[in-house]
């Protein structure tokens, strides 16, 4: 068996290959795991905190520093804790499941949360990669697969900022596989589970949803309207969570990305290209762009769009498995919400978009995996492969720059 093919083993590899990948930054930094949450002091009041937080000063932070704030003191509804403010405090702590269970990793204490945060995302990644891996060999699919799984680098980005897409891409891809399986009561508590995670995954649950629904309407005595009434009420407790969040706090907890974060279709995508490619704001430093960023954008962006292309063609899947089609349906939707974020939000830059992009491209693998071949699409599909490599390439040499110790 190879080992893309097993479950363990290549978890292992998995956590053995980020754990490498993040040591130089965490040994340039004397191994102080809070260099991780990139407080900024427009948020976090150094004076204030219990335990020692590394922090910018003239700086905004990163959303790590939220996630830093729910793990030392999950449910509380002051404002200010320990000198941490949340920026949107409903839309942050709807997002509970990452900081909780980080809060029990640290068991409380201010001293192990920021280390609780890595440890945790670790614990995800191992979930990630198993779960690709079960698929693969359950489902027999094409063998780059897990590693085109694993190797996403927004995982890098998400380990290295503190935030949450690789607990809700593990959930997310636990849930597809239960759902794959017909295993329905798991697929509910998966789901469940991501939904209080990161609420972007909403899309992707649609899709079984709908398809659910349209296949217990066409036959009604056919079974599936049990189906759809689970894959229904596994939304129920995010949005009781949602309600009483929003109670909590006084405010509504914008569902998906928020309203600020969501224009006209591909118009983000397009200003942020303009934005980036004409030397721009980068996004995360706040300067103006290098000619080297500038391109790297440009390739990178222009590499996901083709990789989106790449799967809408190859969405004529044959029906082997009946959740083919409610998946398909649920990456469409997400590919929507893609084309909606505006470059003020999710499509900033890099550091933002390859987090946003996480659920689209695990998907859209999936479902490039589970497609038959199709002879007449091999000069394209060769094409949108090579534009795909070459994305993940100059992302991974852009990151490992940014993380090796200047």
């Not at 509804?77 to 029990?104: C, H, N």
């Not at 060999?137 to 190797?151: H, K, Q, S, T, V």
């Amino acid at each position: 068996m190879s080992i893309g093919r097993n479950p363990v083993a290549f978890a292992a590899l998995a956590v053995a290959f980020y754990v490498a990948l993040i040591f130089p930054m965490a040994a340039s930094r004397d191994f102080d795991t809070s260099a991780f949450v990139l407080a900024g002091d427009v948020y976090v009041d150094h004076a204030k905190l219990e335990a020692p937080l590394k922090t910018v000063t003239h700086s905004f932070g990163y959303d790590g520093q939220f996630f830093y704030r729910l793990a030392r003191r999950p449910f509380s509804v002051e404002p200010q804790v320990e000198g941490v403010t949340l920026d949107a405090p409903a839309k942050r702590m709807q997002r509970i499941l990452y900081p909780l269970m980080s809060w029990f990793v640290s068991l409380g204490r201010a001293d192990w949360a920021p280390a609780s945060l890595v440890v945790v995302n670790l614990a995800a990644m191992a979930v990630v990669a198993a779960s690709a891996a079960w698929l693969t060999r359950r489902r027999e699919l094409a063998w780059w697969f897990p590693f085109a799984i694993a190797g996403w680098p927004g995982f890098l980005i998400a380990l290295t900022h503190d935030t949450a897409e690789i607990v809700s891409a593990g959930f997310c891809l636990v849930a597809i596989a239960f759902y794959m399986s017909d295993r329905l009561p798991a697929y509910f508590a998966a789901v469940v589970a991501a939904t209080l995670t990161r609420e972007t995954v909403i899309p992707i649950f649609l899709g079984p949803l709908i398809y659910e629904s349209w296949a217990a309407a066409k036959a009604p005595s056919s079974g599936r309207l049990g189906r759809a009434a689970i894959c229904a009420l596994a939304f129920a407790p995010f949005a009781a969570w949602h309600e009483i969040v929003g109670a909590l706090w006084g405010q509504v907890a914008q569902p998906l990305t928020g309203n600020a974060d969501l224009g006209w279709p591909l118009v983000g995508v397009a200003d942020m290209l303009i934005g980036q490619i004409n030397g721009g704001w980068d996004g995360e430093a706040g300067t103006t762009a290098t000619l080297s960023h500038r391109v790297f954008v440009a390739v990178t962006a222009l590499g996901l769009i083709g990789f989106c292309i790449g799967v809408a063609l190859r969405l004529r899947l044959p029906g082997v498995n009946r959740s083919v089609p409610g998946l398909a349906i649920g990456w469409c939707l997400d590919l929507v919400l893609m084309s909606l974020l505006t470059a003020a939000g999710p499509w900033v830059g890099p550091q933002a978009y390859f987090r946003a992009f996480t659920e689209c491209w695990i998907v859209g693998c999936l479902l490039l995996a589970l497609a038959p071949a199709q002879p007449a699409m091999g000069g394209r599909w060769r094409l949108f492969a090579t534009l795909a490599a070459a994305d993940v390439v100059l992302l991974v040499w852009k990151l490992c720059l940014a993380v090796l110790p200047t």
